[in-house]
């Protein structure tokens, strides 16, 4: 594995002489200055957005590498479906050719807007869910909705999912965004350019992030941070200056997530390596000084680990997060008592070379609605870090005692924590994505830094359609029939935000380059003509 | 908008690819043959899908979905 810190073509500090000294301190955590602007350079979001510019520009003609899909949810067993619509969810898969994966590709992937209507959510009296009031509330819009909520009819699922016992309740929307553009009971949503006929102008809509939600009163909290609103004018502005509509209903946003492991903070592993070919360590290793314990993922048939890339194409496998304490998430299923994943060792700590430190988004400027007082960080001065909590000192000149080390996952309209690849799928996708603030600090001149990544990028770009061209990729390397391999079956959970069990090849079905259908799992295949 | 659209039908559309982009479009060197739209969807798309009252919607079927499984459940 190359050093950390190079991947992304920042300069290192220049090497001391090894006899002469000094000698700077290289752990991360807690390390010298030189290092942490190293860290810091690394970890900026405007690095991935201007990369994925670059990417986007140079990757025009592989656009052949997208494969658009509808997924038809399965209902759980004891449920039928009625009506004559599949529950169907409408996205695109798009492949990366990536130099530095040597047998394929880097899929990214994105759950379209409307897939998910609240006009199709009622209370317990079968009220349909549309905004009923709206107020403002610092940096958030408190947004009631209609129906009758109490402690026994909290909001329904997906909202809001009361577990048993002392697990954590599910709240799978959190975090998605949401946009005010269905007027009335199965209407078409409107766009930017819709028109209001009685008024002669345009509808607009406002574009926010569910931050959280009050379930027992049917309130969601959005988020003002971020929002993004279609004016008048069909301009796009944010943030937004407006609220969204009483009486209307909300669909989704644009979901992204990727498999590549920047996204997933998985290392490589080469088989070429293993293979003899290639000199590097055979299992990824991660510096003790960035070791975190983490969650890690097991992909099983029926109980058996099976961790192969390559299986039947039809076999369905399952998805265990194996989580250890104190950092669970709220979706892990239970496990048998005799597998691998009650086994302390393998539960509270993380394995080397697996999980490291990423996806955080270092929130600023923002309130936690839940709980006012909590110390937040401001973005006034230097970026502050929110992942962790102190108490105060117990006395005058001692330093403030660290309680807890968390995951914020905080997700921001356009500040979520993307990838190149989604930001360069949103490029091409015409949303230019406004310019996260955490400007590098270069340590060479950012014009020489972003020519050079113009090159690098073109001689990438034409390497790895080499690569793919010699190693080719195999019906089974491709959507669908590659989402249950161990690195795209955590990410398929992400962007369809389902229980990984109900990601099933059969749901998949595949629109052609012609945009004809096409079901893999009953034997359809593309138009090859 | 001419028609209205039907179920599933792309409403709002971020790429309208140019003919220029569908003639240079190739794989390895093989120049491959386009005709229609060449994908349904494409990322950044605002899909309608009206589904009526009491129909088992995709937000209700990922609602179930999560309520199953906190339950122990599982797909058919």
Known sequence: MAPRGNSFGFKEPRKSNSKL??????????????????????????????????LATSNLSYAAFEYPFSYNIPLPSGTTQSGENPPVMAGIIRGFPTKNKELGMHWCGSVLAGSLRFDNLVDQNDVDLSIASVTESGHFWRVQLAGTWDANNPLPPPLFIETPGDQPNLTPLNGDVLEDRVLTQADIPITKETIDPNTGIRYGYTAAVLDSIEPYNGVLILRKQGSVEATFDSVLITPAQRAPQVGRFFINGSKYACSCQDFTRRQYFYVSTFLGRRKSPTFPLTKCATLKPGRYEVTTTAGEIDERIMQKALQDRALTIVAPSGYELPYNQSVNSKDVNNIPSNTNRDFPGVFSDFGNVYTRGTDIPSDPNAPVPRSEGMVKYGDYDTIPPAAAGQPNQLIQVQDTWSHLLDEYRYCKHIYAMKYTDDLFPPEPSDFPAFTTEQVAWEQRLVDETERDQRKAFDNITTYGLSYMDVPPLNVQSPIMISMMQKMLNIPASFIKIEGFTMYDKNGNAYVPASGGRPSNV | MSSTPGFGDIIQTRVDLSEDQLTKREFGRSPVKLSGNPSRYHAGDTVNLPFGSGETSTISAMGDAWAATVTGGSPE
């Open chain 1, 21 to 54: 000294g000094p000698f700077p301190i290289v752990g991360e955590f807690g390390g010298s200055i030189p290092d942490s602007l190293y860290s810091s350079n690394k970890e900026a979001s405007w690095n991935r957005w201007r990369r994925g510019y670059e």
